[in-house]
């Protein structure tokens, strides 16, 4: 490997390769096509990312265009993977570029226009790019496609070929996922040349979380106790760094509100949120400034954080693959971590078909309060905690010390991919009008919406069926309609 790129490892304290690692890169850098295969926080970035800064090093080209691409099913996973490619490669002085959703095109355009070697970028803004002629990917000799099976779940399959095919044949492809359907293995054996199937670890076997020395606790609780019981599990002995998981974005914002109300540095992501202040609350449990992180599972894959210490799934995961993700944030890169899961007595059922998916030890969860000793004693929690830190424990700076970004935000509303979407403005689920209309006297009128125009703006608008406003000036008379048993009867003269 080259010096420059070791000496920058050493220097960042990275000197022992992990198993994936260990397997794939006397292979990548030999330029062979790999199918690589290892749960989250193995060190996979480094198995992929090594090679290509060597390729781009190694290889003169086209200044201006990429030599290297790496495609990745969300933001935040863009984000981590072009921040490890850019510590591996700042003495190299390697090119890397991160493109996606949510953020302004210009910046990404600029970037383009100045030369890159290493693109590193989500499925929907990579083909924008492309069709609007600022990427090339005519030059492009070694191509990624990183959790693949993420990208499938999310819909991205399409597009993933469509990359693929606007890029020269005769390139190195690697592939890496957690997971192996059917669809990934037919798209490896339609765009790969004869690849190597490399896997660490057992993902697909039952019991694979459990060799993270990951300590996983389960807990039957009251809706209501909640906030109380994750209060208490946040001032356990030995607690850093945690994620809460919720189930949807309503659920994050009150779930982050309560824990700042009792003195946690606490902040929400998910997709409602705009990019930069979704970056904003990244960074700040990054950097220490706050430690707790309430997220969907928009943060589920891509959050590469060491020394988170708890996770918390604040209610049910959908289903096993969810669960594994989800913990799979705490016990990386060898350490251990606690990971505990709050069943409602209605998700019982579902938390079965988990258990018995996963082979957990945890089919029948103990009912629970904030006032258990089991609750305490299992996750050495002092005596005596209450459900609000002291004062004097708030260390935090907290998200307000943590500057937003101007990155031109574009907002999730606009449909762009690579994170989760965001009903159009104005509508319900299902594309349904929240101006809903409402009868008054036999008519139809529009319902005001709430927070609504200003005053003049609703003066000036007539109900249906209203002839419109004369151009003369003046107050114009209102027509009285007479109706007696709903039929209408013939107007006066004098109307």
């Known amino acids: 490997m080259n010096t420059e790129i070791a000496d920058a490892l050493e220097a960042e304290g990275i000197v022992e390769p992990f198993p994936i690692q260990t397997l794939a890169l006397p292979l990548a850098l030999a330029g062979s096509d790999i199918i690589g295969q290892a749960r989250t926080?193995?060190?996979?970035?480094?198995?992929?990312?090594?090679?290509?800064?060597?390729?781009?090093?190694?290889?003169?080209?086209?200044?201006?265009?990429?030599?290297?691409?790496?495609?990745?099913?969300?933001?935040?996973?863009?984000?981590?993977?072009?921040?490890?490619?850019?510590?591996?490669?700042?003495?190299?002085?390697?090119?890397?570029?991160?493109?996606?959703g949510g953020r302004a095109y210009e910046p990404q355009i600029e970037g383009l226009r100045n030369g890159v070697d290493i693109v590193v970028g989500t499925p929907?803004?990579?083909?924008?790019?492309?069709?609007?002629?600022?990427?090339?990917?005519?030059?492009?000799?070694?191509?990624?496609?990183?959790?693949?099976?993420?990208?499938?779940?999310?819909?991205?399959?399409?597009?993933?070929?469509?990359?693929?095919?606007?890029?020269?044949?005769?390139?190195?492809?690697?592939?890496?996922?957690?997971?192996?359907?059917?669809?990934?293995?037919?798209?490896?054996?339609?765009?790969?040349?004869?690849?190597?199937?490399?896997?660490?670890?057992?993902?697909?076997?039952?019991?694979?979380?459990?060799?993270?020395d990951i300590a996983q606790h389960v807990f039957r609780t009251h809706p209501m106790d909640k906030?109380?019981?994750?209060?208490?599990?946040?001032?356990?002995?030995?607690?850093?760094?945690?994620?809460?998981?919720?189930?949807?974005?309503?659920?994050?914002?009150?779930?982050?509100?309560?824990?700042?109300?009792?003195?946690?540095?606490?902040?929400?992501?998910?997709?409602?949120?705009?990019?930069?202040?979704?970056?904003?609350?990244?960074?700040?449990?990054?950097?220490?400034?706050?430690?707790?992180?309430?997220?969907?599972?928009?943060?589920?894959?891509g959050l590469d954080v060491d020394d988170v210490t708890h996770v918390v799934n604040y209610e049910c995961p959908e289903d096993e693959k969810t669960y594994t993700h989800r913990i799979g944030r705490t016990g990386r890169a060898g350490r251990s971590g606690t990971a505990v899961t709050f069943i409602d007595w209605r998700e019982v059922a579902r938390w079965k078909l988990i258990n018995t998916a996963l082979d957990l030890p945890h089919s029948d969860?103990?009912?629970?309060?904030?006032?258990?000793?089991?609750?305490?004693?299992?996750?050495?929690?002092?005596?005596?905690?209450?459900?609000r830190l002291a004062v004097e424990r708030r260390e935090r700076a907290?998200?307000?010390?943590?500057?937003?970004?101007?990155?031109?935000?574009?907002?999730?509303h606009r449909g762009e991919r690579g994170g989760e979407r965001r009903e159009p403005r104005g509508q319900g689920r299902g594309g349904r009008s929240r101006n809903r209309r409402r009868r008054t006297g036999g008519r139809e009128q529009e319902?005001?919406?709430?927070?609504?125009?200003?005053?003049?703006a609703a003066d000036s608008g007539a109900g249906k069926g209203d002839d419109p406003a004369p151009a003369s000036s003046g107050p114009r008379r209102r027509r009285r309609r007479r109706t007696r048993g709903g039929v209408d009867l013939p107007q006066s003269s004098q109307d």
């Open 124 to 212: 929907g803004r990579l083909l924008d790019l492309e069709k609007q002629k600022h990427l090339s990917l005519g030059d492009v000799q070694a191509v990624v496609l990183d959790e693949a099976d993420k990208m499938l779940d999310l819909g991205f399959l399409p597009d993933i070929q469509r990359i693929l095919t606007k890029t020269p044949e005769q390139r190195q492809t690697m592939l890496f996922s957690a997971t192996m359907p059917s669809e990934i293995v037919s798209l490896s054996r339609s765009y790969l040349r004869r690849p190597t199937h490399v896997r660490a670890g057992d993902d697909d076997e039952p019991g694979q979380t459990r060799v993270n």
């Open 398 to 412: 907290g998200l307000e010390a943590e500057e937003i970004e101007d990155i031109g935000d574009t907002g999730p």
């Open 447 to 456: 319902a005001a919406p709430a927070a609504a125009e200003s005053p003049a």
């Open 227 to 301: 906030p109380e019981m994750l209060a208490r599990l946040l001032q356990a002995e030995g607690r850093g760094l945690s994620m809460v998981f919720c189930q949807t974005k309503r659920a994050c914002d009150k779930v982050a509100a309560e824990l700042k109300e009792r003195g946690f540095a606490a902040a929400a992501v998910h997709g409602d949120l705009g990019q930069s202040q979704r970056e904003r609350a990244l960074r700040a449990f990054r950097s220490g400034k706050i430690d707790v992180l309430v997220a969907t599972d928009v943060a589920a894959r």
């Open 41 to 100: 926080g193995t060190g996979k970035t480094f198995a992929f990312g090594l090679p290509l800064l060597q390729r781009v090093q190694a290889s003169p080209a086209d200044p201006k265009r990429p030599r290297a691409l790496v495609v990745v099913p969300t933001r935040e996973l863009a984000i981590q993977v072009a921040a490890d490619l850019t510590t591996a490669g700042k003495r190299t002085g390697a090119r890397i570029l991160t493109v996606y």
């Open 365 to 387: 969860p103990p009912e629970t309060y904030s006032t258990s000793d089991h609750f305490f004693e299992a996750l050495a929690i002092p005596p005596g905690t209450k459900g």
